[in-house]
């Protein structure tokens, strides 16, 4: 694992936008995994910011994001579709057909889980895929104890989840008990990983993550076996 030290969110985002442009001025079709959550908002203002200075494109750019909550209409605020096109989507030149964000209100949200699956498989490979970590370890939304082989599936999420996004709700009874996830086996099998983590209270876990023992407890941990990643923190590890 490759690790960036940066001194604060700006930097990190900078730098991070520095990587997801490296990866996509090379390819004519690039594909990328997209992760939510406070950590990659500088990120992709930098990258709403290159594209609309004419340094960047995203006309051929297809991408995948990794988790949506079950239960929240795509309007909803706190929707991860929401959020996309927030900080993201609206601000570049993607054509939106080439987005893809689970649907977390479909009516079979197993068959929703496998077609998603199939989708990035018709795709190729991705090319690099965006990743924050939980505070219990979880990349996605992938609970401690989740296989490293799995596919893209249905969660229950863990009491410590909703209270941790519970920030973003008005309260904690709105968070979504259930979300949508890539699976751990989907997102290892990007070519390149771009890990984004920020902020001291995730020293701990960020340490156990990337010098302790690989297991399923601990999710992101199975990044220790990912042949190219590369992490930006602003954490000392
Ligand atoms: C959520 C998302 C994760 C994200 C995590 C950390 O639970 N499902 O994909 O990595 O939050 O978010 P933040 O960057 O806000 O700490």
Do not use: W
């Not at 993201?88 to 889980?113: M, P, S, Y």
């Amino acid at each position: 694992m490759e690790i960036i030290k940066v001194k604060d969110s700006d930097e990190l985002g900078r730098k991070a936008a520095e990587i997801v442009i490296e990866t996509i001025k090379g390819k004519e079709n690039p594909v990328l995994g997209l992760a939510t959550g406070s950590t990659p908002e500088k990120l992709y203002a930098n990258l709403v910011e290159k594209c609309n200075t004419g340094e960047i494109t995203f006309k051929n750019a297809v991408t995948f994001n990794l988790d949506e909550y079950v239960g929240l209409t795509i309007d909803d605020p706190q929707s991860y579709h929401y959020y996309m096109d927030k900080h993201l989507f609206d601000g570049i030149d993607i054509q939106k057909e080439n987005t893809h964000v689970l649907d977390g209100e479909a009516e079979d949200l197993q068959k929703e889980c496998d077609s998603f699956e199939q989708l990035i498989k018709d795709a190729g490979e991705m090319d690099l895929q965006i990743l924050g970590l939980g505070l219990n370890g979880h990349i996605g939304f992938n609970e401690p104890g989740t296989a490293f082989d799995s596919r893209t599936h249905i969660v229950e999420l863990e009491q410590s989840t909703i209270e941790a996004n519970s920030r973003f709700f008005e309260s904690k009874e709105d968070v979504p008990t259930k979300a949508l996830t890539m699976g751990i086996g989907t997102i290892m099998d990007a070519k390149k990983i771009l890990f984004i983590v920020q902020g001291e209270q995730k020293a701990d876990i960020l340490k156990a993550v990337v010098h302790g023992e690989v297991t399923e407890d601990v999710p992101a941990s199975v990044l220790q076996q990912h042949p190219n990643v590369v992490l930006i923190t602003d954490i000392d590890i």
